[in-house]
């Protein structure tokens, strides 16, 4: 008899172990803001919190970093440029990540897969996914040998193809077919935690975005990571409008030199009625799930600032913004408002003459000024065009 009563009161103890542990783990986690996935008890029970799905848009720059937890499990879609892995590997362990499950690189392009190497090195992981696509980049070849020394093999997913990440699911959208363009090689996902999804593009184009729009499935999503950093050249209507996300949002540098993200896709946004949250301004952005709504870390942006093309240019003191370009004759800044010239004074005859001009040389160094402008502001103070070169 004693015996028996021994047996049964195993189970009892077990279920007031787990009990306890609900009761600590609920009192610790309100006070983080349910931002952790889930929790290992000690007796190896995983406890579900309502929010236990959580998606970090990490702040790389220019570049991709996207981090995925549910119930405990990690995906991690691509880690930034190649200064970036330390950082993504240092956000990583402060959720306390030690395993990943899926690393995903979009595409063998610098700022999406140049951190991966650290990352590689850094943590266990079980499935590496990426294009069947190569490239000859120093990054790419980092990547390739990280993953040779700690002698894993990378999947090449398959439209199609589902996998879960605990309760969440995930389907393989693209590519569809191989494309001349890396960008469009970009495996694109759709994540589905109860009633929310999630559609993450990596850098596709137009070119893929259709091919996916025409293979006719579902795109439908709350969240959509914007493809191609806001670039114009991703995002098309027909493509948006399928996916309709409420929020969308967008990983870029601040300052980056292409401009992200541009005009037409914010317009395209705000057009949809999405909100937007963007790196650039705002940071990392993390949005938790509780299957049914979304909590952000952050209000959404309301600049609707588009980036500008080119580098800062400084031009007698003020900063301009532009790209220079090299034509026949003479290097061209371009930017929003005008095209300067660069053109070369003589502060002693005051003439200016075009960086080519055979007179230029002559000119002595004390006298000679190099510079950024219009001739209309050069004769506006008081110079002279060369009668030689006619600038
Ligand atoms: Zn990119
Ligand atoms: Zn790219």
């Given at each position: 008899?004693?015996?028996?009563r021994?047996?049964?009161?195993?189970?009892?103890?077990?279920l007031?172990?787990?009990?306890?542990?609900?009761?600590?783990?609920?009192?610790t986690k309100?006070?983080?803001?349910g931002?952790?996935?889930s929790?290992e008890?000690?007796?190896?029970t995983?406890?579900?919190?309502?929010?236990?799905f959580?998606?970090?848009?990490?702040?790389?720059g220019?570049?991709?970093?996207?981090?995925i937890?549910c119930?405990?499990?990690?995906m991690?879609?691509?880690?930034?440029?190649?200064?970036?892995?330390?950082?993504?590997q240092?956000y990583?362990k402060k959720?306390?990540?030690?395993?990943?499950?899926y690393v995903?690189?979009t595409?063998?392009?610098?700022?999406?897969?140049?951190?991966?190497d650290?990352?590689?090195t850094?943590?266990?992981?079980?499935?590496?996914?990426?294009?069947?696509k190569?490239?000859?980049?120093?990054?790419?070849k980092e990547?390739?040998?990280?993953i040779?020394?700690?002698?894993?093999?990378?999947?090449?997913?398959q439209?199609?193809?589902t996998?879960?990440?605990?309760?969440?699911?995930?389907?393989?959208?693209?590519?569809?077919?191989?494309?001349e363009?890396?960008?469009?090689?970009?495996?694109?996902?759709?994540?589905?935690?109860?009633?929310?999804?999630?559609?993450?593009s990596?850098d596709?184009?137009?070119?893929?975005e259709?091919?996916i729009?025409?293979?006719?499935?579902?795109?439908k999503a709350?969240?959509?990571h914007?493809?191609?950093?806001?670039s114009?050249?991703s995002?098309?209507?027909?493509?948006?409008?399928?996916?309709?996300p409420?929020?969308v949002?967008?990983?870029?540098?601040s300052?980056n030199?292409?401009?992200?993200?541009h005009?037409?896709?914010?317009?395209a946004?705000?057009?949809?009625?999405?909100d937007?949250?963007?790196?650039?301004?705002?940071?990392s952005?993390?949005?938790?799930?509780?299957?049914e709504?979304?909590?952000?870390?952050?209000?959404?942006s309301?600049?609707?600032?588009?980036?500008?093309?080119?580098?800062?240019?400084i031009?007698?003191?003020?900063?301009v913004?532009?790209?220079?370009?090299e034509?026949?004759e003479?290097?061209?800044l371009?930017?929003?408002?005008?095209?300067l010239?660069?053109?070369?004074l003589?502060?002693?005859?005051?003439?200016?003459?075009?960086?080519?001009?055979?007179?230029?040389?002559?000119?002595?160094?004390?006298n000679?000024?190099e510079?950024?402008?219009?001739?209309?502001?050069?004769?506006k103070?008081g110079?002279?065009?060369?009668?030689?070169c006619?600038?």
């Open positions: 008899m004693k015996e028996h021994k047996i049964r009161l195993i189970p009892f103890f077990i007031l172990i787990l009990g306890f542990g609900f009761i600590f783990t609920k009192q309100s006070n983080q803001k931002l952790s996935p929790i008890t000690t007796v190896g995983k406890i579900s919190e309502n929010n236990s959580t998606m970090h848009f990490i702040d790389v220019q570049g991709d970093a996207t981090l937890g119930d405990g499990e990690w991690l879609i691509d880690a930034g440029d190649n200064t970036k892995g330390t950082t993504v240092l990583l959720q306390n990540v030690s395993k990943l499950k995903i690189g595409h063998p392009d610098a700022d999406h897969i140049g951190g991966l650290v990352i590689i850094k943590f266990d992981c079980e499935n590496i996914f990426m294009p069947d190569a490239s000859d980049s120093k990054e790419y990547l390739l040998d990280a040779k020394y700690r002698n894993y093999n990378i999947t090449v997913p439209v199609g193809n996998f879960s990440l605990g309760s969440a699911s995930c389907i393989v959208l693209g590519p569809i077919a191989l494309s363009s890396n960008n469009n090689n970009s495996i694109v996902l759709k994540v589905k935690y109860k009633d929310t999804s999630f559609l993450l990596g596709a184009e137009i070119e893929e259709q091919d729009v025409d293979s006719g499935v579902d795109l709350d969240v959509y914007a493809g191609h950093h806001g114009k050249t995002s098309v209507h027909n493509w948006l409008n399928k996916i309709s409420k929020s949002v967008i990983s870029c540098g300052e030199v292409y401009g992200h993200p005009r037409e896709s914010l317009d946004f705000k057009e949809i009625g999405a937007v949250y963007r790196t650039d301004e705002q940071g952005i993390v949005v938790t799930s509780d299957g709504n979304l909590m952000w870390n952050i209000d959404s309301n600049t609707w600032r588009a980036g500008q093309e080119g580098n800062d240019i031009l007698d003191s003020t900063v913004r532009g790209v220079i370009e034509t026949g003479s290097e061209v371009i930017n929003n408002d005008s095209n010239t660069k053109y070369i003589n502060n002693n005859s005051l003439k200016f003459h075009y960086p080519d001009c055979k007179s230029v040389p002559k000119i002595k160094d004390k000679k000024e510079i950024l402008t219009t001739r209309e502001e050069l004769i103070r110079y002279e065009p060369c009668k030689i006619n600038p």
